[in-house]
């Protein structure tokens, strides 16, 4: 998948996460947060490939999957929800060039469409290279929803 | 001593003689004289204050992307002929000086001065395009690996290409620079848009950065330039897994 497409791919399923958010009821989930502040997963981008050789996540990396589960039991059966690009352009001060920051974050807001509310769910990621190939998962990390 | 991360204070890259109708011309970039450190202090009287200007095509000024335009100079412009650095028309390059002083502390790089050349020859086809890699086979140790590129239907003028074939020659080299002599075809030119090739065969060893590019060769003869490099670190088992996972509190915007 190309990064443009993936962009749309993000850009579509936050605008799904928006509109369910805003149903405030049926399938959608909406989940209490603290005044102005949202959970987010944040996460360190791999800087070596699987084979413990360098990588360089602003050439090798394409994007990162989405996983959510009740569990913690991720396998390569498990279908990702969203993606991400693994990095984005920032334009510099001089207007006329950009530089490439990466993500390393993501507003779980998004992924409320795919949730219910008052249960536990594990999030984990993987990153996706230039290659196609994908990492293994992220150790999961608990999102409570209550 | 001062500070060795100086900068330019004031720089400002202009080109000038860029905007000629043909590319086999000399071509002129300057840049402001660099006289004081990041800090604002002047460089001392008798220092050697010396320039290094590259060209690419990466917005980004990726270092290993970058082309040496001028290796070292103590002037503030240099002249170059487009054609023979390998700066073809129609595709944006960008070029970054940085100062050298004394004995070889060198500054950051100067921000980017963009510029779109002209048209190239008369007759040479486009640069391919798009270049990606996609793994398709895992039976042998290093994989099966499939390159795919944009085909090439147009001249770099941006005329159509009517009647004539278009063979494609795909090349591998360590050397980001792509220097010509670097380059090894990975296989005999294909009128194909994808080529397959195992990595351990071509001579590519695990771990290795490598990059690839592409030139649209005609059947009469005419090249087009090398396309944009594409980079890749010869893998068969994929990026490691992110770490340090945690949630985060961010504040509404």
Redesign the interface.
Known sequence: MNRSSLRLTVSLITLIGIIFSGCGGGGGSAVSQPSGSVAALAWDPPRVAADSTPLDPRRDLDYYEFYLRTDQNFTENDQPVAQVAAFYDVLSPNGKTFVRELTNEFTMDNLLPFTEKGKRYYVSIRAVGVDGLKSGFMVPVAWDLS | MKAKNFFFVGILLSAFGLTQTALAETKYLAWDPVTTYTDGSPIEAGQTVGYKAYWTQD????AETLRPLVSSTTATSAAFDPAAEGIVGYQTV?FTVKTVVGTGTESTFS????WDPPAATPGAPSAPADL????IETSTPSGT?QLSWGPVTTYANGTSIQGKTVRYAIFWTTDAGLPTASLTPLASPTTQTTLTFDPAASGMT??QRVYFAAKAVLDTGEESALSAAL???V??????????????????K
Do not use: E, F
Request: proline share 11%; no cysteine; glycine share 18%.
């Open positions: 917005p980004w000024l990726a960008y921000a980017a001065l963009p990606g890699i996609t793994r690996w695990g771990g980079s890749w670190s893998s068969n088992k994929g990026p490691g897994a992110p770490g340090n996972g945690r949630m985060v509190r961010k504040n509404k």
